[in-house]
């Protein structure tokens, strides 16, 4: 198989692994799917609230550690994802991420916070006495 070095649009491609998805159109979907999801698990990552208040600096601070090991790698497998220069792969990645941020990210689904500080400046991941989400927001 043909590693290609513009963006190209078919079933036909390697995606991740050698030999995967292959020719069939039922695992070229199957990737498709799976891409998306790893996009949208880092999106969950990074406005998820997995650590208790409660909990002590150094456990919480190892979580948050293994929490970011995580999202990085999976991030980081989107972006090989997206290498195949694939464009079902490419807007599959994007999907993801962009209804991963709509669904855990922006306001739709926020009941009691409105996102908008009083200097007009959105404050999502930041909040009295620490950080709204367990991690930062990936930045470049």
């Given at each position: 198989m043909m590693m290609h070095m513009t963006f190209y649009w078919g079933k036909d491609a390697l995606i991740l692994f050698s030999?995967?998805?292959?020719?069939?159109?039922?695992?070229y979907v199957l990737a498709l799917v799976f891409v998306f999801l790893l996009?949208?698990?880092?999106?969950?990552?990074s406005g998820c609230r997995l650590i208790r208040k409660d909990a002590g600096r150094v456990g919480a601070g190892l979580i948050q550690?293994?929490?970011h090991g995580v999202r990085a790698g999976l991030a980081y497998m989107v972006m090989l994802a997206v290498m195949s220069f694939n464009g079902g792969?490419?807007?599959?990645?994007?999907?993801?991420?962009?209804?991963?941020?709509?669904?855990?990210?922006s306001r739709v689904f926020k009941k009691d916070d409105d996102g908008v500080g009083l200097d007009?400046?959105?404050y999502r991941h930041r909040r009295a006495g620490g950080l709204r989400s367990d991690l930062p927001p990936i930045s470049c």
């Open positions: 030999g995967w998805p292959g020719t069939r159109t039922e695992m996009a949208f698990l880092v999106e969950w990552l550690t293994a929490m792969v490419f807007l599959a990645a994007v999907a993801g991420h962009a209804v991963g941020f709509l669904v855990f990210g007009g400046g959105d």
